[in-house]
Every structure is written in structure tokens, then in C-alpha cells.
């Protein structure tokens, strides 16, 4: 079995609201981008993984894993991998696995999302049925209450309050201001996030990921093929892990805290033979503001009640001691859901190598971690990226 897999090459499409092209048209982008970033051969490919959502609710389509093979130009097996907002990041790890088995040395991965052409009403039904939809979707819950719930909970639990969250939509907003993929390339200022339209106490707009278009690709090798071939490919996936929790809020022992994402961590952690004192950055999967706190706790950065205070402090901030989501994060990079978990393995290999907008404040990073929830973390999958310095 290998040690590593190879990122050879990434590409993404800008994020937005742009509803022209359909989701097979941006995957073929991020694609051939990817690609051309790889130096690496169309029919070299062995394997397609490709994460989607809501093709179905936004464009009537199924069965989209030949279809994405196509549309990169590719001829190989291609499964379509859905796992509500965890899509594409389970579409790398299931890209990751395939090589370190020995069953494949090269694999694209990712996924693509359309869904602005939907109405707001009709996007947000489409996103609740990654709820439960006995016990949660017919109560009336969407993902702004379920999170609002969490939020809730942890301040009666821990503290904090909606300034905390504030100082994390300030903070990611900054982070996405010069990177040109992201959706909104905007400075806010914490007063802006406390005085925006309430959408689910404690949430205002501010504290919430945007509806995007966009999709995401990697190319993944086994490092005998990228020695072999003699690719420029200094940033690898050397841990990847994955798990579940109870499916509705109401049925977790505890709402602020995410089982799912210590429990992938823990194995993306034994994988990558490296723990949390060992990773210099993080993307994590801010579609809410407490997101990233609840991310930050579960992945064993902060013990539980002090992830809270972290952007507050600057902690979290491009030149604190741990930046997070030096993309923008879901907040402000956007969030097509169905893209977002390779869009941050993406970001995390172009920050790693150095050609990022925001690598400066990474010179001396070795390792990165991205961390991709589906629904209220009822799914999680995490990866451990590192680079040959």
C-alpha cells in the first residue's frame, strides 16, 4: 500500500450566482483546468468520482456520474458520490482510497452544483431534505433553524454570543476580498453582520453561506506514477477519514457538538500519523458562522466552549497563530454545495504550494486540514494535505 497520494493538479470555477451554465459545463471547466495544472493525460484516468446534490431538484438530472466523465473528456468508470454538502469531499476520499489500495493510479474527483436558477424558496426546500424528513422537514426545520438551534444551545451551554459570530463573517469576508474565485470579494465590518436582516436568531444574512454555482476538480495519483512521470506535484493527501451521526438534531446526546467530525478526524489523524498539534491551517465548513466554531472544537483545535472566542481573539485571523479558511471560506468564498468539499482541497493545495492569494501567511506551513459536513454533521469527511518544502 502507498504511503501518500499525489494532488497532481486542481481547478475550480469562480463561485457565484451566474445561472447560465449548467453543472455538467462548470465540471468540464474546473476540469480541464485541473487537467492542464496536472500535466497529466485525459485517458491516463482510471476512475471518476463525482459529488452532486441537487441535480435532481435544480436541473431534473440523474445519474450524473457518465455524465461528468464526459463533460471532462474522460473515458473510465464514473460514480456519481451525494452525500448532501459532504458530496465532493466524500468523492476525494473515495478518489484517495481507490489509489491507496492499489486498484488505481490516476482518479479525478469532484463535483459541480447549480442552483441559483432555482427560487430561494425552492432552493431551500431542495437543501431541507438533507434533514430528516419525518421528524424535522415536516416540523417546518430548515437548515438556517437547525443551526440556529446548535448556536442556541452552545451559548446556554458554553457562552459567547452573536458578536463572536460576527468577528468570524468579518474575518472570512477579509480572507476571500483578493481571492478571484470567490463570491463575494467584500469587506464587512462587525457592526454591518449585527445590523443585517435577522434570517434565524441568532443568524443575521451576514451569518449565513450564500446559495453559489460552481464546481471543482483534482486530479489524485499514487506518488510512483508522479515520480514516474516526473511531475511538479509537491502537495499530497496523506490522512483521510469519514463517519456519521444520528440522523435528526433531536436524537444527539449533545446538539453543539459534532461526533461525526471528531470521529473523521480521529482517523484522518491516524492516518496522516499527525494530530492537531501538527496542522498550520484549516478549511472547515462555515455554512453558518457557529459552524466553524463547532468544526474547530471537534477537530481538537479548542476543547469544547473556547472555539467560541478564537476569531474574536484573532486567533483564527490571516496573522494569528491558526489561520481558518484563508479562502473565505463557505461564508464569503461560496457554497454550491455539491462543489465545496473538493473547492476546499482546491484552495488547501494552492495555499499549501504557494500560489494563492493568501500563501503569504503560510511560508513556513506544512500541513493543512479541510473539514466537509453534510447536513447538521450528520455526515463529515476530513483530509490532511502536507507539502515537500
Known amino acids: 500500500m502507498v504511503s501518500a497520494v499525489t494532488v497532481a493538479g486542481v481547478g475550480m470555477t469562480p463561485f457565484g450566482r451566474g445561472g447560465e451554465q449548467t453543472a455538467r459545463e462548470m465540471f468540464g471547466e474546473a476540469a480541464a483546468e485541473a487537467f492542464d495544472d496536472a500535466d497529466v493525460p485525459r485517458d491516463a484516468v482510471e476512475e471518476v468520482f463525482y459529488g452532486n446534490y441537487m441535480g435532481e431538484f435544480a436541473e431534473q438530472q440523474g445519474h450524473q456520474g457518465p455524465l461528468a466523465a464526459e463533460a471532462a473528456g474522460v473515458s473510465a468508470p464514473a460514480t456519481r458520490v451525494e452525500s448532501a454538502c459532504a458530496s465532493s469531499g466524500v468523492a476525494v476520499r473515495f478518489g484517495y482510497e481507490k489509489i491507496r489500495s492499489g486498484q488505481a493510479d490516476v482518479v479525478l474527483v469532484g463535483g459541480a452544483e447549480r442552483m441559483t436558477n432555482l427560487s430561494t424558496p425552492d432552493a431551500t426546500q431542495a437543501l431541507a431534505a438533507a434533514a430528516d424528513a419525518l421528524w424535522e422537514i415536516r416540523a417546518g426545520v430548515t437548515f438556517p433553524g437547525a443551526y440556529s438551534l446548535m448556536a442556541n444551545r452552545y451559548f446556554h451551554e458554553f457562552g459567547g454570543g452573536r458578536e463572536d459570530l460576527a468577528h468570524i463573517a468579518v474575518k472570512n469576508h477579509e480572507n476571500a476580498l483578493e481571492n478571484d474565485l470567490a463570491q463575494f470579494q467584500k469587506s464587512i465590518d462587525v457592526d454591518d453582520v449585527l445590523d443585517a436582516m435577522t434570517v434565524c436568531s441568532p443568524f443575521g444574512l451576514f451569518d449565513c453561506s450564500p446559495m453559489s454555482n460552481g464546481a471543482a476538480a483534482a486530479v489524485l495519483v499514487s506518488d510512483e506514477f508522479a515520480t514516474e512521470h516526473g511531475l511538479d506535484a509537491p502537495v499530497s493527501i496523506r490522512g483521510a477519514g469519514q463517519h456519521s451521526d444520528h440522523f435528526a438534531l433531536a436524537d444527539r446526546a449533545s446538539i453543539p457538538r459534532a461526533p461525526a467530525a471528531e470521529r473523521a478526524a480521529e482517523m484522518a489523524y491516524e492516518d496522516a500519523g499527525l494530530g492537531p498539534d501538527d496542522v498550520d491551517t484549516a478549511e472547515v465548513h462555515d455554512c453558518f458562522t457557529i459552524a466553524e466554531v463547532l468544526a474547530l472544537e471537534a477537530l481538537g483545535f479548542?476543547?469544547?466552549?473556547?472555539?467560541?472566542?478564537?476569531?474574536?481573539?484573532?486567533?483564527?485571523?490571516?496573522?494569528?497563530?491558526?489561520?481558518?479558511?484563508?479562502?473565505?471560506?463557505?461564508?464569503?468564498?461560496?457554497?454550491?454545495?455539491?462543489?465545496?468539499?473538493?473547492?476546499?482541497?482546491?484552495?488547501?493545495?494552492?495555499?499549501?504550494?504557494?500560489?494563492?492569494?493568501?500563501?503569504?501567511a503560510l511560508e513556513d506551513a506544512t500541513a493543512g486540514l479541510t473539514h466537509n459536513a453534510g447536513g447538521t454533521v450528520a455526515s463529515c469527511v476530513v483530509h490532511i494535505l502536507e507539502v515537500e518544502r
Open 302 to 360: 479548542y476543547e469544547p466552549g473556547e472555539g467560541i472566542s478564537a476569531a474574536t481573539n484573532g486567533e483564527t485571523t490571516i496573522d494569528g497563530e491558526f489561520p481558518v479558511n484563508l479562502s473565505g471560506g463557505l461564508k464569503a468564498k461560496g457554497h454550491p454545495v455539491g462543489a465545496t468539499g473538493c473547492a476546499q482541497i482546491s484552495e488547501m493545495t494552492k495555499l499549501l504550494r504557494g500560489d494563492h492569494v493568501n500563501s503569504s
